[in-house]
């Protein structure tokens, strides 16, 4: 008659090998692995001339004369005219900003908030 082991033992050396090769895997290739996301950076440092022929084009000088196409505004009276002259204007097409460099930065935002106030989605601001 054959006997069963009352106490048996549990061999678990091949469990610890096949976990030590997983982990020394794991431990060479995740430093790596990159994770990579893709975005889309603005061209901030890239000259590029201005010659878009539908874009309209707002210019402040130090004086805070604002002006647009032919007609010159003060700071105050812009934001209405503006809208006004561009009520009938498709709204997605570029809207450049030609600040002076001796005025407040809370003038050009201000101009900024106009515009994009009056629904244009491209505004663009202007160096030289």
């Known amino acids: 008659m054959y006997h069963w082991d009352e106490d048996p033992d549990l ?3 091949p469990l ?8 020394a ?7 790596v692995m990159h994770y990579e996301e893709k975005i889309n950076l ?5 000259k590029a001339a201005v010659s878009d022929a539908k874009a309209l084009t707002v210019r402040i000088d130090k004086d805070l004369n604002v002006y647009f196409k032919d007609d010159t505004f ?12 561009t009520g009938d204007l498709d709204k997605k097409q570029v809207v450049f900003i030609n600040a002076d460099k001796e005025i407040a930065y809370e003038n050009v935002i201000y101009l900024l908030k ?3 106030q009056s629904d244009f989605t491209k505004v663009s601001l202007l160096t030289q």
């Open 11 to 13: 061999n678990i050396t």
């Open 16 to 23: 610890i090998d096949v976990m030590l090769v997983l982990m």
């Open 74 to 85: 003060t700071l105050d009276s812009f934001p209405d005219a503006f809208r006004l002259q």
């Open 42 to 46: 603005p061209d901030g440092s890239q």
């Open 114 to 116: 106009t515009v994009k």
């Open 25 to 31: 895997i794991f431990m060479i290739t995740i430093p």
